[in-house]
């Protein structure tokens, strides 16, 4: 297992920023696609974003699209979600995610890794 750490979360206002990070530690996982899912309580686990091994392909969910941006730096083997104009619907734990493939990362279902998740809450 490789451990994911997610970092970043707290309380903020609707419309304020929040910025999480997500470190991989043990070992590298910079030919990884990795990803960002968030879940409330009594719902699925849904995607939010990913973002290839390289950086230079992203894809988002329709909910967050324009809003929130993913970006990596492998040399520090960490991914970043950026989000900007929170809605308190964004209320949610985020979970950092890697697999082998570009596919499997926008699943929930097989992910190779998982994060324990970190709470960001959206206050009207």
């Known amino acids: 297992q490789v451990p994911l750490v997610e970092s970043g979360g707290g309380l903020v206002q609707a419309g304020g920023s929040l910025r999480l990070s997500c470190a991989a530690s043990g070992r590298s996982l910079s030919n990884y696609p990795m990803g960002w899912f968030r879940q409330v309580p009594g719902k699925e686990r849904e995607f939010v974003a990913a973002?290839?091994?390289?950086?230079?392909?992203?894809r988002y969910a329709d909910s967050v699209k324009g809003r929130f941006t993913i970006s990596r730096d492998n040399f520090k083997s960490t991914v970043t979600l950026q989000m900007n104009s929170l809605k308190p619907e964004d209320t949610a734990v985020y979970y950092c995610?890697?697999?082998?493939?570009?596919?499997?990362?926008?699943?929930?279902?097989?992910?190779?890794?998982w994060g324990k998740g970190t709470l960001v809450t959206v206050s009207t």
């Open positions: 973002i290839d091994w390289s950086g230079g392909t992203t």
């Open positions: 995610a890697a697999d082998r493939t570009w596919g499997g990362v926008q699943i929930r279902s097989g992910m190779d890794y």
